[in-house]
T-cell receptor
Framework: DADVTQTPRNRITKTGKRIMLECSQT?????MYWYRQDPGLGLRLIYY???????NKGEISDGYSVSRQAQAKFSLSLESAIPNQTALYFC??????????????FGPGTRLTVL | AQSVTQPDIHITVSEGASLELRCNYS??????LFWYVQSPGQGLQLLLK??????LVQGIKGFEAEFKRSQSSFNLRKPSVHWSDAAEYFC?????????FGSGTRLSIRP
């Protein structure tokens, strides 16, 4: 079984709809991340969480919100989806080393299309 | 500010040829540096990482990378590429809390 799972894997929605992307992990890591990938832009950090009570904005958090329901679960919501949020979304967990973020483990991604 | 630059958007090499993918980073202190690979339709997988010590690090699938502080570089190399190496490669730099990714280099393999 995969260590980091994401649901759904693909989603097509309409402008203005609320969307939730879910992520679960069995790695036992405290740190979890949401990224978005666009062609030519690499991965950009949306939100990250170091534990259930520690949520932090990344570089492109506008239009997104997150919920850390448990150590193993980290959800990303688009409150009112817009077409430029069409992208590939990745969840990741990470180990730590010396208090710093170490190797990240990625889910398979969710391809979101907003019409 | 922390940043990672991958100057090559797309590279094509012949199967069996050597490969070098470039990465330059900007970070105030000693960075943690990573190379990840993304095969089509999949998530990212760690190839190798550098934290400290020996500046030449070995990774999976026959890849290696060399940390050069004077050039702020962490280039990825492989002596002989295989068709299965066709993928997108991301260099990343880690700080205290988050990792910054470069924009990626897409590698194509010519038969």
């Amino acid at each position: 079984d995969a260590d980091v799972t994401q649901t759904p894997r693909n989603r097509i929605t309409k402008t203005g709809k609320r969307i939730m992307l879910e992520c679960s992990q069995t790695k036992g890591h405290d740190r979890m991340y949401w990224y978005r990938q666009d062609p030519g832009l690499g991965l950009r950090l949306i939100y990250y969480s170091f534990d259930v009570k520690d949520i932090n904005k990344g570089e492109i958090s506008d239009g997104y919100s997150v919920s850390r329901q448990a150590q193993a679960k980290f959800s990303l919501s688009l409150e009112s989806a817009i077409p430029n949020q069409t992208a590939l979304y990745f969840c990741a967990t990470s180990e730590t080393s010396g208090g710093r973020t170490d190797t990240q483990y990625f889910g398979p991604g969710t391809r979101l299309t907003v019409l | 500010a922390q940043s990672v630059t991958q100057p090559d958007i797309h590279i094509t090499v012949s199967e069996g040829a050597s490969l070098e993918l470039r990465c330059n980073y900007s970070y105030g202190a000693t960075p943690y540096l990573f190379w990840y690979v993304q095969s089509p339709g999949q998530g990212l997988q760690l190839l190798l990482k550098y934290f400290s010590g020996d500046t030449l690090v070995q990774g999976i699938k026959g890849f290696e990378a060399e940390f050069k502080r004077s050039q702020s570089s962490f280039n990825l190399r492989k002596p002989s590429v295989h068709w299965s190496d066709a993928a997108e490669y991301f260099c990343a730099s880690g700080g205290a809390s988050k990792i910054i990714f470069g924009s990626g280099t897409r590698l194509s393999i010519r038969p």
